[in-house]
T-cell receptor, first 112, second 113 residues
Framework: QKEVEQDPGPLSVPEGAIVSLNCTYSNSAFQYFMWYRQYSRKGPELLMYTYSSGNKEDGRFTAQVDKSSKYISLFIRDSQPSDSATYLCAMKADNYGQNFVFGPGTRLSVLP | DGGITQSPKYLFRKEGQNVTLSCEQNLNHDAMYWYRQDPGQGLRLIYYSQIVNDFQKGDIAEGYSVSREKKESFPLTVTSAQKNPTAFYLC????????????FGPGTRLTVL
């Protein structure tokens, strides 16, 4: 079993839809959770950074963490064609460590 | 503007040659990283460095080498010992502690001919 699992997609949705992207993980020590967006042939850019369980909202994006289920989600409201990208989840166990673990990414297409 | 630069954007190498990928950051970050990205496999850590003149192997260090002589720079050499070097290489940096998510560079696409 991989440490972090993510459905690779591709996921295609119509413009304006609510998108739900998810990751599951096996290491209960993970406490810090990140979502990155990566456009084709570009470097990933940070979208959300959360600590422990709960929700965090930033504009059209909401990140949810459920540590009891070892499950994190990223919701995109009112999706736009410019949201078409690969979304990577990442996580790590402690604030000082450098051991970031990434999911393989989900490719999202938002159709106009 | 603060950020990370990688060069070149595209690199072609003949089998048996060593090549060096450049990574520079002006974010004043202590930690720097090199990842390899292959389709469907996510990011795999090659090497990381937390301070100048110190670095540690990641999950797939074989066939790669790095140096960290300056805080701003973390070049990666892909040696002829790396059996399958064609990939997209990403450099990242972060603070060592506190809110230390990673900032990524634009990447270098290496193709072995």
């Amino acid at each position: 079993q991989k440490e972090v699992e993510q459905d690779p997609g591709p996921l295609s949705v119509p413009e304006g839809a609510i998108v739900s992207l998810n990751c599951t993980y096996s290491n209960s020590a993970f406490q810090y959770f990140m979502w990155y967006r990566q456009y084709s042939r570009k470097g990933p850019e940070l979208l959300m950074y959360t600590y422990s369980s709960g929700n965090k909202e930033d504009g059209r994006f909401t990140a949810q963490v459920d540590k009891s289920s070892k499950y994190i989600s990223l919701f995109i409201r009112d999706s736009q064609p410019s949201d078409s990208a690969t979304y990577l989840c990442a996580m790590k166990a402690d604030n000082y460590g450098q051991n970031f673990v990434f999911g393989p990414g989900t490719r999202l297409s938002v159709l106009p | 503007d603060g950020g990370i630069t990688q060069s070149p954007k595209y690199l072609f190498r003949k089998e048996g040659q060593n090549v060096t990928l450049s990574c520079e950051q002006n974010l004043n970050h202590d930690a720097m990283y090199w990842y390899r990205q292959d389709p469907g496999q996510g990011l795999r850590l090659i090497y990381y460095s937390q301070i100048v003149n110190d670095f540690q192997k990641g999950d797939i260090a074989e066939g790669y080498s790095v140096s960290r002589e300056k805080k701003e720079s973390f070049p990666l050499t892909v040696t002829s010992a790396q059996k399958n070097p064609t990939a997209f290489y990403l450099c990242a940096s972060s603070r060592r502690k506190g809110l230390n998510w990673q900032f990524f560079g634009p990447g270098t696409r290496l193709t072995v001919l």
